[in-house]
């Protein structure tokens, strides 16, 4: 459900998307699920140098690339998900989250996702219709 188009590859960054599917199990309990995906440049899909073409190989030459030591910008980019499930119907607050995870995460930040994580759970919840 986190990519409800298929998976795939893009040839440019696409900007994050973010929705709720909810799900019931057995119980007949329903649990949100708020997904953001987002899409990050993937580096080495084939291995350097040579490339698969039906059953033979060609070696290809990059002298530019090597050479250079310059890094070549991606050339696709990959979705990945980040997912939040709960009991709780809360979606602009877990957007928030995410966005928050997201934002750590793809700027490199000096704080452990970890811990970012264990923080967002200790967060107490106000009970409905109380302060914020």
Same mark, same amino acid.
């Given at each position: 459900?986190?990519?409800?188009? $298929? ?6 960054? *696409?900007?994050?998307?973010? #929705? ?9 309990? /329903? ?27 060609? #070696?290809?030459? /990059? *002298?530019?690339?090597?050479?250079? $030591? ?9 979705? *990945?998900? @980040? ?11 877990? /957007?928030?989250?995410?966005? @928050? ?11 452990? @996702? ?19």
């Amino acid at each position: 459900f986190c990519q409800p188009g $298929g998976w795939q590859l893009s040839k440019e960054r *696409k900007q994050p998307t973010f #929705f709720v599917v909810v799900l019931t199990d057995i119980d007949s309990e /329903r649990h949100y699920c708020s997904c953001l995906t987002f899409y990050e440049a993937e580096i080495n899909l084939q291995p350097q140098g040579e490339v698969q073409v039906g059953n033979q190989e060609e #070696f290809l030459h /990059r *002298k530019g690339e090597e050479e250079s $030591g310059l890094i070549q910008p991606a050339e696709v980019f990959a979705p *990945k998900s @980040l997912v939040l499930v709960s009991r709780l119907d809360y979606p602009e607050i877990f /957007r928030a989250c995410l966005g @928050l995870i997201y934002t750590v995460y793809v700027d490199s930040l000096n704080v452990s @996702l970890e811990t970012l994580i264990a923080n967002l759970c200790s967060c107490l919840v106000p009970a409905s219709g109380g302060s914020q």
